[in-house]
């Protein structure tokens, strides 16, 4: 009772899934993937045990068309299933068992698997497969992001919205370097949870992602001294100080500051005290 998409970045470095659904947290359910070798969505009374099968079947090279053919052949209650495969290279796959509620289907192509039910029609999966083909070049993350929202803005789930999820993989992308979990956001009980995701996603990358090289700003001369007129003022000795208290480490740089911690900075954040939001 839920749309998806799992797609392969343009580089085929990343993997990952997103989907909405009128349940509960479905981003608890829905999506699995792992870095370097795929990623998959199983719903419509959802075979949580595809998950992890599946992600190890794709570990040994099995294709994505493989992959459901065996996952769905083992399983007694496949007419009931839905299931969306990628791996690390070729066409995704995806499967519509025939006793899901109506509508029901999905696309899959290079990179890609769309699929959905209980949906308010087949445009759904359409409109998503056009937004996902739109922009190749974009970043795994939006690239999901704007397909499962083009097909919230077709109808998405007939039954009504509730909750989205978007898991994103990436050798060595998660936080700190030291984990492939480049991005893992849930929304799980929201009457519009799909644009809620975008926001999300927006945040996420303001405290995640690594500064532009190219648009550092050099800190020395007024800029230096600005920066440290505005930590005093905040009651910090140096940057790294305050940006640890913001969240924002992730994008200090040696002797140069990033436009959007500058940007924060110079809003003057509220925050008096350590985040509680820190891993």
Request: proline share 5%; glycine share 12%.
């Amino acid at each position: 009772m839920t749309f998806s998409i799992v797609g392969r970045s343009a580089d085929g470095q990343s993997l990952g899934v997103a989907v909405a659904s009128k349940f509960l947290a479905v981003g608890a359910a829905v999506p699995a993937a792992r870095a370097d070798v795929g990623a998959l969505a199983t719903q419509s009374f959802a075979n949580l045990a595809y998950r992890v099968q599946g992600l190890a079947l794709l570990g040994t090279g099995t294709t994505a068309a493989d992959t459901v053919a065996g996952l769905t052949a083992a399983d007694p209650g496949r007419a009931t299933r839905q299931l969306g495969v990628v791996g690390r290279s070729g066409d995704g796959a995806t499967f519509t068992g025939d006793e899901c509620f109506p509508w029901a289907g999905g696309v899959a192509g290079d990179g890609y698997a769309i699929q959905g039910n209980i949906l308010t029609g087949a445009d759904v999966v359409r409109d998503m497969e056009a937004a996902w083909l739109a922009d190749p070049a974009a970043p795994l993350a939006r690239r999901l992001h704007a397909a499962l929202a083009a097909g919230d803005r077709a109808g998405g789930d007939s039954r009504g919205r509730q909750s989205a999820a978007l898991f994103v993989v990436r050798r060595g992308a998660g936080y700190g370097g030291l984990s492939d979990v480049e991005v893992d956001l849930r929304v799980d009980d929201d009457p519009d949870p799909v644009t809620r995701l975008g926001t999300l996603i927006g945040l996420w990358e303001l405290y995640f992602q690594k500064p532009d090289p190219a648009t550092l700003l050099p800190l020395t001369g007024e800029l230096a001294t600005e920066v440290a007129d505005r930590l005093a003022a905040l009651g910090f000795a140096d940057l790294a100080g305050w940006a640890g208290v913001e969240n924002l480490e992730e994008r200090l740089v040696d002797d140069a500051i990033d436009p959007l911690v500058l940007a924060h900075l110079r809003a003057g954040s509220p925050s008096s005290s350590p985040s509680q939001d820190r891993p």
